[in-house]
């Protein structure tokens, strides 16, 4: 079995609860509040500056120009292609530059990106590649889910986030990076995996935490 098999067995009783998710559902099924997804939306946002690090790890730490690439070229796509969708909603709901300059990460987010951020410091590109991984798989295999249903990808406010993820640009960076993870451990020992095994399924922990964060909204407390 390859590693991606192995990390999705290892994680799918996480994933699975991504897709029953009251957040997925309301976005798949346009019954969303507005106002859970401005949350959203902005703290994803923040997140997409931390997660665009990691891979900045991953170009100090590429071994040779093929992963160099592989990195570089996700980090511009994160800060120029995905973060369009970020922008193109902004517009739509009305945040402006100032809101986001207001808006503070919250813990969970925090949490996340910094424990993304610490393995990236301490790893190897092997870390580094199954910190982002439990990030883009998800997203894109939320994307297609929520896209196999025409009716969600018309929909005419949450059509345009789903369109995101399930198009061609993230699906096909995502494959790059699945492949990347399998050819990185073909001859990896199985403690060395377990390491990588661990980071996985914590991401993917983090990634459910993200969606209850953004369900619940602010704490009170906050
Ligand atoms: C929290 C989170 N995880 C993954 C992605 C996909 O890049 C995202 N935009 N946000």
Request: proline share 1%; hydrophobic share 40%; glycine share 6%.
């Amino acid at each position: 079995m390859n590693t991606t098999d192995r990390f999705y067995n290892a994680a799918c009783h996480i994933w699975e609860q991504y897709y029953s998710h009251p957040f997925i559902k309301g976005m798949g099924d346009g019954s969303l509040e507005i106002s859970k997804f401005r949350y959203f939306m902005l703290q994803d946002y923040l997140y997409l500056f931390e997660y665009a690090k990691v891979f900045a790890f991953g170009v100090t730490k590429a071994h040779d120009h093929e992963i160099l690439r592989i990195f570089s070229k996700s980090i511009d796509d994160i800060l120029n292609e995905e973060m369009e969708i970020h922008k193109s909603y902004m517009a739509r709901i009305g945040i402006s530059e100032r809101d986001i300059l207001n808006v503070k990460p919250a813990l969970n987010n925090i949490s996340y990106t910094s424990y993304m951020l610490a393995e990236s410091e301490r790893g190897g590109i092997a870390d580094i590649t199954a910190a982002i991984l439990a990030c883009s798989w998800s997203y894109a295999k939320i994307g297609k889910y929520l896209a196999e249903d025409k009716k969600n990808t018309e929909h005419e406010f949450f059509g345009q986030w789903i369109d995101g993820y399930a198009g061609e640009v993230f699906q096909s960076n995502n494959i790059m990076l699945m492949n990347l993870m399998n050819r990185l451990t073909e001859n990896i020992s199985e403690a060395e995996y377990k390491r990588l095994e661990t980071i996985f399924v914590n991401c993917s922990k983090y990634e459910l935490e993200f969606w209850n964060m953004a369900w619940e909204g602010e704490p009170d407390n906050a």
